[in-house]
């Protein structure tokens, strides 16, 4: 059973910074996808990045793109979402979320294994 812990959330300013973990566990991660999603209050998960373990392959929703970047250390089990430029509507609980294959998915159903989630809040 694969164990994923997130870390690094908080609470920031506009235009501040944070840096998401997800620390994996429990299984090989040669041939699995990761990904990061999240959940604002009375809205349902949505995707916001994900990469393949094995090749480095990113994919971004449009609402992030140039601003997060997500990045692992194959070496660590670890799994990384640098976010830049925050706004207040990525406000959200995010998901550090993984599924075997080589090509990560964008929709959360296809993911095996799901963190607890960790808070994210943007406020002036």
């Known amino acids: 059973q694969v164990q994923l812990v997130e870390s690094g959330g908080g609470t920031v300013q506009p235009g501040d910074s944070l840096r998401l973990v997800c620390a994996a566990s429990g299984r090989t991660f040669s041939a699995y996808s990761m990904g990061w999603f999240r959940q604002a209050p009375g809205k349902e998960r949505e995707f916001v990045a994900a990469?393949?373990?094995?090749?480095?392959?990113?994919y971004y929703t449009d609402s992030v793109k140039g601003r997060f970047t997500i990045s692992r250390d194959n070496a660590r089990n670890t799994m990384y979402l640098q976010m830049n430029s925050l706004k207040p509507e990525d406000t959200a609980i995010y998901y550090c979320?993984?599924?075997?294959?080589?090509?990560?998915?964008?929709?959360?159903?296809?993911?095996?294994?799901w963190g607890q989630g960790t808070q994210v809040t943007v406020s002036s």
């Open positions: 990469i393949s373990w094995s090749v480095g392959q990113e």
């Open positions: 979320a993984g599924h075997l294959g080589v090509i990560p998915r964008r929709e959360p159903s296809l993911y095996d294994d």
